[in-house]
């Protein structure tokens, strides 16, 4: 079964800098894609940005860009010039490609603080 | 930018008693979820549904729980007699096509029971 870990329960960044939030996954898929959402203290999940396994390029929405390393089953979200905006938690999430409908495996997530 | 709405947005309910969760979807969209997060914990799946059958449920989707399109927008998730352990935020969500496809969150409903 897959499986996804975010590491750091919780995360600060000043704000204007970048962070970066961690988050592996185990699979024995090769095709599958990998989510981040955004869920704010109204505690809706909001789709951050996405990426599709077979894509060697990094997927960029704006100021949110990620590290996809397939190998290493690693997929990290950057948050550049970060905004008191950002803060909230933020989960990881994969998905497999074709077969199954494919429900989404979350991980625990991440909570970020946004100091000014 | 079309969205998934639900109502309510928040319920309290006495232990025993039958809840029902309703979700419009995004109109041209052909799958649809439920989730469920208790609080603290992470959102977990509870069940897929396409072609007015379920397609995909998890282990915590048991025979209490049960789902419906009743008609051509609303989904609805029912659960029969709740516990305790079935407070949590429950998301209705839709995707436009299967598997691969981005899943977009209604906003939730938070559900108490008493």
């Known amino acids: 079964a897959q499986t996804v870990t975010q590491s750091q329960p919780e995360m600060s960044v000043q704000e204007a800098e970048t962070v970066t939030l961690s988050c592996t996954y185990d699979?024995?898929?090769?095709?599958?894609?990998l989510f981040w959402y955004k869920q704010p203290p109204s505690r809706q999940m909001i789709l951050v940005i996405r990426?599709?396994?077979?894509?060697?390029q990094n997927a960029t929405e704006n100021r949110f860009s990620v590290n996809f390393q397939k190998a290493a089953k690693s997929f990290s979200l950057k948050i550049s010039d970060s905004q008191l905006g950002d803060a909230a938690m933020y989960f990881c999430?994969?998905?497999?490609?074709?077969?199954?409908?494919?429900?989404?495996?979350f991980g625990k997530g991440t909570k970020l603080s946004v100091k000014p | 930018e079309p969205e998934v709405t639900q109502t309510p947005s928040h319920q309290v309910t006495q232990m025993g008693q039958e809840v029902i969760l309703r979700c419009v979807p995004i109109?041209?969209?052909?799958?649809f979820y439920w989730y469920r997060q208790i609080l603290g914990q992470k959102v977990e799946f509870l069940v897929s549904?396409?072609?007015?059958?379920?397609?995909?449920k998890s282990e915590i989707f048991d025979d209490q729980f049960s789902v419906e399109r009743p008609d051509g927008s609303n989904f609805t998730l029912k659960i029969r007699s709740t516990k305790l352990e079935d407070s949590a935020m429950y998301f209705c969500?839709?995707?436009?096509?299967?598997?691969?496809?981005?899943?977009?969150f209604g906003e939730g409903s938070w559900l108490t029971v008493v």
């Open positions: 699979t024995s898929e090769s095709d599958y894609y």
């Open positions: 109109s041209n969209h052909l799958y």
């Open positions: 549904f396409y072609n007015n059958e379920i397609s995909e």
């Open positions: 969500a839709s995707s436009l096509k299967g598997s691969g496809n981005t899943i977009y």
């Open positions: 990426q599709e396994a077979y894509k060697q």
């Open positions: 999430a994969y998905r497999n490609y074709g077969g199954s409908q494919g429900n989404l495996i």
